[in-house]
């Protein structure tokens, strides 16, 4: 009986503490090595809760962005509706011939991304100084009107900027050719002038933008310490001064984010925040050599035809060079300063 007993105590460790020690070492060596062989798994495990509460905002996003990635597949089909996706045939990369076989090509691809990195320059630049400009007003009741002001017609449609726009350009009860007339001088066809229309669309995405970029940079301002300006007025540096060496720096990694996000959609310039192309215009087809970008001809050109497959190659393409443009930005900003990508 006495030496069972020390034998089981001998195997189970219990009155050799050494050998007891070995073993739990060897129980948590073999833990680790499971957590780094699952690391999503540990990583879920040690912050669940977390996890949990991002798990509604990962359901949005995996349902409304990533499952429908799936149709992509119609860019190379000859999409019927009625045969749907695993019935249409496969013909490769043919839908892709209808924009890179396009007379059009070239001048739509240089208003799109002429256009939009003026939009990037003005929007982000401009928006940056009003918001510095907007931190120096001491009544905060007054600070909080203008941003709220600013940032009203960012809440607006382009439809009813649209209507806004032809109030001032309408060649017979236009605001502007009516002081034109005033002053003697003859009225402008704005609508059949493609040269304006240079500066028409960046003045408008301005005015309907800057606000919101104001407010983001506003937000940014306000998480400044307030000591970096007192130190700097006591060395004696004017407002000036003080943005260029405090608040602009200190605001790089918000502006960078900005420039990398507007760097995705160089490619896009159509519909939804860029409407304006194709409503501010009015479909007017003499402006078309100043107006038209990608997205607007392919609408037009696709409008009649209903071709699923065209437009879903279209928007392939964009969405790829998008990708790409992000991922380059994202590394010529690393070089210089690895604190400021995104990744």
Request: proline share 4%; hydrophobic share 50%; aromatic share 16%.
């Amino acid at each position: 009986m006495d030496y069972d007993k020390s034998t089981k105590a001998s195997n189970t460790g219990g009155d050799n503490p050494m050998r007891s020690t070995a073993v739990k070492s060897k129980m948590y060596a073999m833990k680790k090595r499971r957590r780094r062989a699952l690391p999503v798994v540990s990583e879920l495990i040690k912050n669940k809760t977390f996890y949990a509460m991002m798990l509604p905002g990962l359901l949005f996003i995996l349902i409304i962005y990533y499952m429908p990635m799936f149709g992509v597949v119609i860019a190379f089909q000859q999409y019927n509706p009625f045969k749907g996706i695993f019935g249409s045939p496969w013909i490769g990369f043919k839908n892709f011939e209808f924009l890179f076989k396009s007379d059009a090509i070239y001048q739509i691809t240089f208003n799109t991304i002429f256009y939009n990195l003026i939009f990037i320059i003005l929007g982000i630049g401009l928006a940056l100084v009003v918001a510095i400009l907007i931190d120096e007003i001491g009544n905060r009741f007054l600070a909080g009107a203008y941003k709220s002001i600013l940032l009203l017609p960012y809440l607006l449609s382009w439809v009813v900027a649209e209507y806004l726009l032809n109030s001032f350009l309408s060649l017979d009860r236009g605001i502007i050719n009516q002081l034109l007339q005033f002053v003697g001088a003859d009225p402008v066809q704005w609508y059949s002038e493609p040269m304006y229309w240079r500066f028409i669309l960046p003045a408008a995405y301005v005015w309907k933008n800057v606000g919101y970029f104001a407010v983001i940079f506003a937000a940014g301002i306000a998480g400044i310490s307030s000591e970096y300006y007192e130190a700097a007025k006591m060395d004696g540096a004017s407002k000036f001064q003080q943005a260029i060496r405090i608040t602009i720096p200190l605001l790089a990694p918000i502006t960078i984010t900005l420039v990398l996000l507007q760097a995705g959609k160089i490619f896009y310039a159509g519909f939804g925040d860029w409407g304006m192309f194709y409503n501010l215009p009015k479909e007017s087809g003499v402006l078309f050599s100043t107006t038209n970008v990608i997205d607007t001809y392919v609408y037009r050109s696709l409008k009649k035809m209903s071709d699923f497959g065209m437009s879903s190659a279209v928007g392939l393409y964009q969405s790829c060079v998008g990708f790409i443009l992000v991922v380059a930005s994202n590394y010529v900003i690393r070089r210089y300063d690895r604190d400021s990508s995104l990744f």
